[in-house]
Antibody, heavy 114, light 106 residues
Framework: EVQLVETGGGLFHPGGSLRLSCAAS????????MSWVRQAPGKGLEWVSV???????YYADSVKGRFTISRDNSKNTLYLQMDSLRAEDTAVYYC????????WGHGTAVTVSS | DVQMTQSPSALSASVGDRVTITCRAS??????LAWYQQKPGKAPKLLIH???SLESGVPSRFSGSGSGTEFTLTISSLQPDDFGVYYC????????FGQGTKVEIK
């Protein structure tokens, strides 16, 4: 079964760091586009970052320079390193597969607050 | 950046009604548009990709049309399980979502 499971969320302080993980099963994260999408409380969906099969990475302007996307092929896991956290990074973070995001994880909630 | 604008922002319709949601892109995105349904507390679910291709397992009452800058999602006969928020998304130039359309069953 194709599945994505995110972990790593929680309560963090402004200026702090965390790393989200997205464990995949049923396919290889290295073979396709893998994205992070977030949703602030009561708000819509916002694309955050993508990692191509070719290793190219891209970021939304709101997180550029602060977030880093990566993967570990041996663990079939996608990551999002989040540094210099801000209150506005508070959201549920989803990982998703493919250009047209056909598979999503259940999400992991990140709260940034002092 | 490509901006996506959905209308209406919310609608209330009865079971059996035909429902149409519109999505407009700020520039041409060809056919690179997807539609998602999101229910409270759940991840979005892909309904349509490439503007009109029905995702496997999605009921045939859902259909998509359009190209360039104007797109529509149609639910031919609204069912009780179709409540939720519907988002369009362009993937021609990175990814941008519309603001969402909340569908309520009367």
């Amino acid at each position: 079964e194709v599945q994505l499971v995110e972990t790593g969320g929680g309560l963090f302080h402004p200026g702090g760091s965390l790393r989200l993980s997205c464990a995949a099963s049923g396919f290889s994260v290295s073979s396709t586009y893998m994205s992070w999408v977030r949703q602030a409380p009561g708000k819509g969906l916002e694309w955050v970052s993508v990692l191509y099969a070719t290793d190219n990475t891209y970021y939304a302007d709101s997180v550029k320079g602060r977030f880093t996307i990566s993967r570990d092929n041996s663990k079939n896991t996608l990551y999002l390193q989040m540094d210099s956290l801000r209150a506005e990074d508070t959201a549920v973070y989803y990982c998703a597969r493919q250009l047209h995001m056909d598979v999503w994880g259940h999400g992991t909630a990140v709260t940034v607050s002092s | 950046d490509v901006q996506m604008t959905q209308s209406p922002s919310a609608l209330s319709a009865s079971v059996g009604d035909r429902v149409t949601i519109t999505c407009r892109a700020s520039e041409s995105i060809s056919k690179w548009l997807a539609w998602y349904q999101q229910k409270p507390g759940k991840a979005p679910k892909l309904l349509i990709h490439q503007a009109s291709s029905l995702e496997s397992g999605v009921p045939s009452r859902f259909s998509g049309s359009g190209s360039g800058t104007e797109f529509t999602l149609t639910i031919s006969s609204l069912q009780p399980d179709d409540f939720g928020v519907y988002y369009c998304q362009q993937y021609n130039n990175f990814w941008t979502f519309g603001q969402g359309t909340k569908v309520e069953i009367k």
